[in-house]
């Protein structure tokens, strides 16, 4: 039920069966993965075993998870790296282990040590250099699964859109991402258990991510100044959102805002690759050769919601200690964008309505498309027959120094939108599929979907669509 699956204890226990799912697999990770942290927030000791931890989550009221998510596990082949290169050195690091600063202009902090111990943040098995950070210690927490609990996948199968159309419904959600001519899927029927897939795309080296507790799906660059990183799951969280890791210096990155808050790399970003959340149908039906993250094994699980009603429009998010900004119910989904230092926010609640938004981010005009048609991720125990909340794609409404102006259409088919100057019809993907404008791609933003709590709590100046406010 969405009142019992919104606890924390609850979601503690959705958690431990994501990561149940490939217990018994190899985590892709070079040293022991961690475990959930004891009792005492100022020990840097950690020696809790998994089924210790789990155990303690039992006597303590937790429920545990279900013995098939135990049974089902990807196999180690399917999870397990491709050798990982040397760690790179950033340009402009400076040599020794006594720099001031590294080379993103972040200073050594002389208190990071009593700053940890002050902290929930556990450090015995990491290598990070730990002196770099750009948030307080005392904003991580754990998430209950150790480093790589959840398993990122490394070595993607895919398969072709005419394959996993038998086991994908067509209003289930995918990440879509073309770029290169190329086009992928990725179900998040798959990432929902696995949060993390480390790929190539027309040569692009990228990481497919997803926060399920966040509901934020980005794709990442893995290049940064020449180097190829490889990213996987710390088991930690910041403003209830997934922080990754990197395994050439295992720096520490924020998922939401790519941003690395600690390590040898923090104050880097990665670049994002825009993607949208669309249905599995619409990007059949736009990319019949497109390819298709594969499932890693023929679990079960794959299909199903291991944090059913959690996206229960009032609902806490889990871990997430501060208020959450009242200008929006906390699980609101927005439509997020940031343009020239200015965020701005879409609730699907007045898109729904609207259906087309054109409005201004930073100077810039954008346009906002909504479209019905893709199921919740996290609401019902199936994704496929989960409520039906829609998705959104924001673009620049221009080609070749020509502006456009668009309205709904409501006869029906892929052309869901019309723009008033030619008459051409425009998918949700920003693509003309009819008229003389057919062919043509709108140029993409770098928009992502998220729950309005997770954005507001790392731009809490964005400003809301039809709300006077811009602050809580």
């Known amino acids: 039920m969405r009142s019992a699956a919104s606890g924390p204890l609850a979601l503690a226990a959705a958690l431990l069966a994501a990561a149940a799912i490939a217990c018994s697999a190899s985590a892709p990770s070079p040293t022991p993965s961690p475990q959930p942290p004891t009792a005492s927030p100022s020990s840097n000791s950690q020696t809790e075993t998994p089924t210790a931890a789990a155990g303690a989550r039992e006597a303590s009221g937790a429920p545990a998870p279900d013995a098939a998510a135990t049974a089902e596990s990807p196999t180690a082949a399917a999870l397990a790296p491709a050798a990982a290169p040397p760690a790179p050195t950033p340009p402009g690091a400076a040599p020794g282990g006594d720099a001031a600063r590294n080379a993103y202009g972040v200073s050594a902090d002389p208190g990071y040590a009593e700053s940890l111990a002050a902290s929930r943040v556990r450090t015995a098995v990491w290598e990070t250099d730990f002196r770099f950070h750009t948030v307080p210690y005392e904003e991580i927490l754990s998430g209950g699964v150790g480093r790589d609990g959840i398993p990122p996948i490394d070595n993607p199968s895919f398969v072709s859109a005419g394959a996993a159309g038998e086991w994908l419904a067509d209003a289930e959600p995918v990440i879509a991402l073309e770029h290169g001519g190329e086009a992928k899927a990725y179900p998040l029927q798959v990432l929902i258990w696995h949060e993390i897939v480390n790929d190539e795309i027309a040569g692009l080296p990228v990481a497919a991510t997803y926060c399920p507790l966040c509901n ?128 701005a926010a879409f609730p699907y609640s007045r898109l729904a309505e609207e259906r087309v938004v054109h409005s201004e981010v930073g100077g810039e005009p954008v346009v906002v498309f909504f479209q019905f048609g893709a199921t919740s991720a996290l609401g019902a125990a199936s994704i496929a027959q989960a409520n039906d909340v829609g998705s959104t794609g924001v673009f620049r409404p221009s080609l070749d120094g020509r502006a456009f102006t668009f309205a709904p259409n409501d006869a029906g088919g892929a052309a869901a939108f019309t723009d008033n100057e030619t008459g051409s019809g425009w998918s949700i993907l920003g693509a003309a599929v009819s008229g003389p404008l057919a062919g043509r791609q709108l140029p993409r933003l770098e928009a992502q979907d998220h729950f309005w709590f997770a954005w507001a709590a790392f731009k809490p100046e964005t400003a809301v669509h039809g709300s006077s406010q811009r602050t809580q």
């Not at 949208?276 to 079960?300: E, H, K, M, N």
């Not at 997430?320 to 940031?338: G, M, N, Q, W």
Request: charged letters at 15%; glycine letters at 10%; a negative charge.
């Open 216 to 343: 934020s799906a980005l794709v990442f660059e893995r290049r940064l100044n020449g180097a190829v990183y490889d990213f996987g799951v710390s088991g930690n969280l910041r403003n209830s959102d997934l922080i990754m890791w990197d395994r050439q210096t295992q720096s520490w990155w924020q998922q939401l805002t790519g941003e690395a808050i600690a390590g040898e790399l923090a104050g880097a970003r990665l670049s994002v690759v825009p993607a949208q959340i669309v249905s599995w149908g619409v990007f059949a039906g736009a990319y019949p050769d497109g390819l298709v993250l594969d499932r890693p094994t023929a679990s079960g699980r794959y299909g199903s919601n291991p944090y059913v009603g959690y996206d229960a429009l009032n609902s806490h998010p889990f871990l997430y200690p501060p208020p959450t900004d009242p200008r929006l119910p906390p699980k609101e989904r927005v439509a997020a964008v940031e343009i020239n230092g200015q965020a």
